[in-house]
């Protein structure tokens, strides 16, 4: 069965380090979503490419985070540098549309847990 | 701004019984509705996805329904087992802000 991809599964760095997570979604799926989840919440949408381009990036943190799909397939997402604050669960998602149009279900990976000391 | 809520935030049942969580949200512009299931440290596996012209969908023992008008989704779990304890959330697909908006989950424990 057909899964989204991420790595690391777990990432402990210290503050003011850079990181980076990697997602690769479900083959063919042309939306990628990224999330962060914050313990006892619910996901909080950070970017969402279709293909390669950007269609939502508003709630980015863009002094510190960035995001790419160079290729319109796999995905990066950086944090430099990370913040106490940013301690979360970072959940890369993928859906054959956008998740608005159609039966297009959002599939979701297995996350990174990210811990900043 | 749309806001999803769920009701109730945590629920213990006995192994068999048949329970519902709720899900609201504020604004009726949605474009469809998704149940998830989190595992602890886990990701969110899909459970049903219900289309804004939908009332229901069925998935064996889960039926989860939808009145837009009212801003409201149910999820029914019938005969619920150990199996069953996990994180329940819903998320909209939010026609004003064009993104998905979840709610913060219920967490379910079936006891044995």
């Not at chain 1, 390669?52 to 508003?58: A, G, P, T």
């Not at chain 2, 609201?24 to 474009?31: K, L, P, Q, V, W």
Request: aromatic letters at 10%.
């Amino acid at each position: 069965e057909a899964e989204v991809a991420q790595s690391p599964r777990y990432k402990i760095t210290e503050k003011s380090q850079a990181v980076a997570f990697w997602c690769d979604p479900i083959s063919g799926h042309a939306t990628l979503y990224w999330y962060r989840q914050i313990l006892g919440q619910g996901p909080e949408l950070l970017v969402q490419f279709q293909d390669e381009s950007v269609v939502d990036d508003s709630q980015l943190p863009k002094d510190r985070f960035s995001a790419e799909r160079l290729k319109g397939v796999d995905s990066t997402l950086k944090i430099q540098p990370a913040e106490l604050g940013d301690s979360a669960m970072y959940l890369c998602a993928s859906s054959a549309g956008l998740a608005g149009g159609g039966y297009n279900e959002q599939f979701f990976g297995p996350g990174t847990r990210l811990t900043v000391l | 701004k749309q806001e999803v809520t769920q009701i109730p935030a945590a629920l213990s049942v006995p192994e068999g019984e048949n329970l519902v969580l709720n899900c609201s949200f504020t604004d009726s512009a949605i474009y469809n509705l998704q149940w998830f299931r989190q595992d602890p440290g886990k990701g969110l596996t899909s459970l049903l996805l219900i289309q804004s012209s939908q009332r229901e969908q069925t998935s064996g023992r889960l039926n989860a329904s939808l009145d837009k008008s009212s801003g409201r989704s149910t999820l029914y779990i019938a005969a619920s087992q150990p199996g069953d304890s996990a994180t329940y959330l819903c998320a909209v697909w939010d026609g004003g802000g064009f993104k998905t908006i979840f709610g913060a989950g219920t967490r379910l424990f079936v006891k044995a």
